[in-house]
């Protein structure tokens, strides 16, 4: 017997066919979601406080930022802490407020990382991560 063409399979495939496409549509939107968000560029200023200084924090952080795809800078201050800020799409920046607050460089210890003035921008102001000094 020839197998059937694949047009006469449909009727015998047709419930099948419509849950997944119904599945395919929802993970359309979800992943629509995903992509608006992963577009909205945002900014957040950061300090971490601990030890987080004479730890190769700061080559670190830069290294950090530049594989996630953020841009910004990283400096220390007299005070013991470090501070910068942060910019790029959303996730990306989400993620990079994690490594901050939780990961850090290795040797260092992380006290606390606070984070302000966050908001959503229409472009990026840096075209690189860097250190200051």
């Not at 300090?47 to 952080?61: A, I, L, N, P, S």
């Amino acid at each position: 017997m020839a197998p059937l063409p694949p047009l006469l399979l449909l009727p015998l495939l047709g419930a099948s066919v419509s849950r997944l496409l119904s599945r395919l549509h929802g993970l359309g939107s979800s992943a629509a979601a995903a992509m608006s968000t992963a577009r909205t560029l945002k900014s957040v200023d950061y300090e971490v406080f601990g030890r987080v200084q004479g730890v190769c924090f700061r080559m670190y952080t830069e290294d950090e930022a530049k594989k996630m795809g953020v841009v910004g800078w990283v400096k220390n201050t007299r005070q013991g802490t470090v501070k910068g800020q942060v910019q790029g799409p959303e996730d990306k920046v989400n993620s990079m407020k994690t490594w901050l607050s939780k990961i850090g460089s290795p040797s260092s210890r992380i006290d606390r990382a606070d984070f302000s003035n966050e908001k959503t921008i229409s472009q990026l102001e840096y075209t690189n991560f860097s250190v200051k000094y």
